[in-house]
């Protein structure tokens, strides 16, 4: 590997969040296309099926994360379970906060139709979501957002861009309406804010 594929791994791997190829190039002080051949470089040298360690593309940068095979072992060493499932409260809530972020979590129980506190506090915990905030409503409520290890974990690999339309769910058309005018309800009371 050359000098620069070198670095571009070291700083990769000390990164606590994904880089882009232009910070990577800020960093390295190398030409972006350059950069991008060491990425291609090193993404051949970890790849599933070579090593424990998986470059891959994610939330608009690179970052390393465990390969399949050792996910389960790196989970037991941060005391996390691999297969922790979320309750449909917290897919619900995250949910939300992915397609509307930053949200409050009084507008989140609006639009769920029930109280938001414990699945708010449960994607806390789990760190797929963060505060991002206050709003500017009466109260000044605090206002949520995804994580880079909710995009991580989902693989979304350009951020939040990458989430599905809402009309891409296969949802029947009295469930595609309900939630349509919950959004809209949102949308024009942030509008109004705005």
Known sequence: MSELTHTVEALLFVASEPLSVAELATLAEAP???????LDALRD?????????????????????????????CARLVNRPSSRALSQAALETLAIVAYLGPVSRPEIARIR???ADSAVAGLLERALIEESGRGDTPGQPVLYKTTVLFERMFGLEEGLGSLPSLAEFDLPEADHEALRARLHLVADARAGQG
Do not use: I
Request: aromatic share 8%; proline share 3%.
């Open 113 to 115: 139709g029930v109280a």
């Open 45 to 73: 040298h970890y790849c599933e099926e070579r090593s424990g360690v998986v470059l891959e593309r994610v939330a608009g940068g690179y970052g390393f994360r465990a390969s399949r095979e050792t996910a389960a072992a």
């Open 32 to 38: 972006p296309a350059r950069v991008e051949r060491a």
